[in-house]
């Protein structure tokens, strides 16, 4: 089964600061690959997606990740936070192979105004 | 376009009772996927449901189990509930089966068991 590690459960910065929050996974085929976000009392969203092509995407509110098959990661990242940027971020991984997505365990951000 | 929605929002059953959780997808999807998420261990698959059939199940017991009905949508139920099973569950809907891009979440379901 596939398993995806956010190595970073909780995070401080301050505002302006760079954000990169890792995200691994350990099945080696064609995944396809997501960063959610869920702000405080809200339900999850949709940050961005990769299936295929330009291993660098980019998502909504100046988020982007970047595809690194060779590491098996996937990593998220924001040149400058807000402070509406505290939220906990999840990663997520579906294989090729399957219909079952799997989830990281997430990251909380903190964002000091 | 309305989202998901979960009912009830909040939920308190104790030790051994069952509970009914409802999800109405997103009009026009027709997966839908339950997840539990708890802080430790973070969102974990249940099982997926597209044109009213399983199509795919998480690692849960069989206490867990769910169906889909002609309309989309779908329900959770637990039997014989236990401590470790108070966690907000989650109901994502998606266009197509497998959910290829991506999920719509629902707001969930937070159940208490005392």
């Known amino acids: 089964a596939q398993s995806v590690s956010q190595h970073n459960h909780h995070v401080i910065l301050s505002e302006a600061a760079s954000l990169e929050l890792g995200c691994n996974y350990s099945?080696?085929?064609?995944?396809?690959l997501f960063w959610y976000v869920q702000y405080p009392g809200q339900h999850l969203q949709l940050l961005l997606k990769?299936?295929?092509?330009?291993?660098l995407v980019k998502g909504i509110k100046g988020f982007e990740a970047e595809f690194i098959k060779s590491k098996f990661s996937f990593n998220l990242r924001k040149p400058s936070v807000q402070w509406s940027d505290t939220a906990e971020y999840f990663c997520a991984v579906k294989d090729g192979t399957g219909n079952q997505f799997y989830f990281g365990t997430g990251t909380s951000l903190t964002v000091i105004p | 376009k309305a989202g998901v929605t979960q009912t009830p929002r909040y939920l308190i059953k104790t030790r051994g009772q069952q509970v009914t959780l409802s999800c109405s997808p997103i009009?026009?999807?027709?997966?839908v996927s339950w997840y539990q998420q708890t802080p430790g261990q973070g969102l974990q698959f249940l099982f997926e449901?597209?044109?009213?059939?399983?199509?795919n199940k998480g690692n849960f017991p069989g206490r867990f189990s769910g169906r889909q009905f002609s309309n989309s949508r779908s329900e959770m139920n637990v039997s014989t509930l236990e401590l470790g099973d108070s966690a907000l569950y989650l109901c994502?809907?998606?266009?197509?089966?497998?959910?290829?891009?991506?999920?719509?979440f629902g707001s969930g379901t937070r159940l208490t068991v005392v």
């Open positions: 009009s026009g999807h027709r997966s």
């Open positions: 099945y080696g085929g064609t995944v396809n």
């Open positions: 994502a809907s998606s266009t197509g089966q497998g959910a290829i891009y991506g999920y719509t």
């Open positions: 449901y597209f044109s009213e059939t399983q199509r």
């Open positions: 990769y299936f295929s092509g330009d291993p």
